[in-house]
């Protein structure tokens, strides 16, 4: 099992990073990737994610081994933006190759989960008046978490 | 000893704080002396508002010392 997990400050380039893990999974008959952007609206012109070095990589590597592991995936990769990042702009990117299609799909989906309520970053939005609002998991976001503690993660 | 903070703790009292360790050297002891120094620190005996020592989430009982690195923070979003 491949686990690839990265921290920055950059802007992602989702299609980028898909094509290169693609090029990267040969034998895999599967890749499922998600990109997460930051939605715009309501005046919300960025998110602010702080994060604790150190600390922040390591709940991201521990997150992908353990979805890597229990869905039996041969390739995992986690990039995940901290800092300013402006409306519109890809805030996390995850992508998974497994042998079949299910595995990948649950990987992803899992992984996307579990980032949101167990990564250690700390989210604000940042409005258009140059104010700023503190966004802790919602109740669906910790259903969502929840439904992986299931056996089958409530999916098979 | 310098304590972090992130999150809604950190809106609060800033990224860091120092403080004298306390005599009980737990973190629950910090909690308890960061609040009685400051009223604005009383979000910290917030049962959701979680601790690391050295980077590990612990619980109150867990130990410090002077050389620990001790972070109090509010529920991680990340995604």
């Known amino acids: ?156 | 000893m310098k304590v972090l903070f992130f999150g809604r703790p950190a809106d609060v009292l800033g990224r860091s704080r120092e403080i004298d360790l306390p005599a009980d050297a737990t973190v629950g002891g910090l909690r308890r002396a960061l609040a009685a120094a400051d009223p604005a620190a009383g979000l910290l005996m917030d049962p959701s508002i979680r601790a690391s020592v050295d980077r590990q989430i612990t619980d109150d009982r867990a130990g410090v010392t002077d050389a620990s690195e001790v972070a109090f923070f509010s529920a991680f979003s990340g995604g």
């Open chain 1, 1 to 156: 099992m491949k686990i690839e997990t990265r921290l920055t400050t950059e802007t992602i380039d989702a299609a980028a990073e898909l094509d290169r893990f693609t090029k990267a999974v040969p034998g895999a008959g599967a890749v499922v990737s998600f990109t997460g952007i930051v939605r715009g609206g309501n005046g919300v012109t960025a998110l602010e994610l702080d994060h604790y070095p150190g600390m922040t990589e390591a709940s991201i590597e521990s997150l992908a081994r353990e979805t890597g592991s229990r869905f039996g995936i041969s390739s995992l990769l986690a990039v995940h933006r901290a800092g300013h990042i402006p409306a519109g702009e890809t805030v996390v990117f995850v992508a998974a190759a497994a042998e079949h299609r299910r595995a990948a799909f649950q990987a992803a989906d899992c992984l996307m989960d579990r980032l949101k309520t167990d990564a250690v970053f700390w989210k604000r939005e940042i409005t258009a008046g140059g104010g700023a609002r503190r966004i802790e998991p919602h109740d669906k976001d910790h259903e969502d978490q929840r439904r992986w503690m299931e056996d089958d993660g409530g999916h098979r």
